[in-house]
């Protein structure tokens, strides 16, 4: 998008008052901003099954002017509001949260549970933030869509789901999200971080990180534990297999190069030993 005022700004403190100056309106966004966030954490969905979390966003985005699209990807959120000509600028956020059980004690706190994977109930929490991803896209949203005589051009946001599951961004677009919208000239996702409140932060270069996964499955030979001789345990492979890559994390790759430690899962059933 393309501001109407071009000239240079004086940089903002880290606190509300600076904010203020350069978002003048932002303390009317804040109560409606507040309760959209106090009832995301209040009521998390797991990936794949942002139903409510979908409608809520998208509710919010068509009350101000947005065109919005449902069920894309699943219960992924895209939505769009013109404002002439310059630039297509998308913003991001996601609808998911995790199997966590949520122990803060803070009134608003989750206790919601529902099917994980295998069917039996887990916790469910928004333990990675999206919940307040979400709530910043949507005051932007509301902030820009009410000053649209200071911006050109055109704001997409989008909500996206499964994200935990590494899921949600492909089949958005193998449901063809960029058909359906402007492709954009620029995506944007925040995060939030220890920093005070109404400090933005940004650098030069990259400065996080995607990821992609690798599974492995060792197989071996199960049985009964009473006959360990009689089985080869795929279980002694894989913790093997656990530490020598841990230490080629921790010793012998750079920090920045986006190596993390194996996550191992091995078989439900006890005594004995699982064949997988």
Do not use: K
Not at 21 to 27: K, S
Not at 136 to 144: D, F
């Amino acid at each position: 998008m393309t501001s109407d005022d071009e000239r240079p700004r004086t940089p903002q403190g880290s606190g509300r008052p600076g904010a203020r100056r350069v978002l003048p309106g932002l303390d009317t966004l804040l109560p409606a901003t507040t309760e959209l966030y106090l009832d995301l954490h209040s009521h998390p969905e797991l990936s794949g099954a942002e139903r409510r979390t979908a409608a809520r966003f998208a509710d919010w985005l068509a009350e101000d002017g947005f065109h919005v699209l449902r069920g894309i990807g699943g219960h992924g959120v895209a939505a769009t509001l013109s404002n002439g000509e310059g630039p297509a600028v998308l913003l991001r956020a996601e609808l998911d949260a995790l199997p966590v059980a949520e122990r803060t004690g803070v009134p608003y706190a989750s206790t919601v549970t529902a099917p994980g994977p295998d069917g039996r109930p887990v916790p469910v929490m928004h333990a990675c933030g999206h919940d307040a991803h979400l709530a910043c896209v949507a005051a932007a949203a509301r902030w820009l869509a009410a000053g649209r005589d200071s911006w050109r051009g055109t704001l997409l946001v989008v909500g996206q789901p499964a994200e935990e599951t590494l899921s949600g961004a492909v089949a958005m677009l193998e449901d063809g999200l960029y058909d359906r919208i402007t492709p954009p000239d620029v995506v944007l996702a925040q995060r939030t971080a220890s920093f005070p409140a109404g400090m933005v932060a940004h650098a030069d270069g990259p400065v996080l990180a995607g990821s992609l996964t690798l599974e492995v499955g060792f197989e071996g030979e199960g049985g009964h534990a009473a006959t360990p001789h009689l089985t080869a345990d795929p279980l002694l492979a894989a913790a093997g297999t656990v530490t020598r890559l841990s230490t080629i994390v921790a010793r012998e790759t750079d920090p920045r190069s986006g190596w993390s430690s194996p996550r191992p899962h091995c078989g439900r059933r006890t005594p004995g030993t699982p064949g997988t």
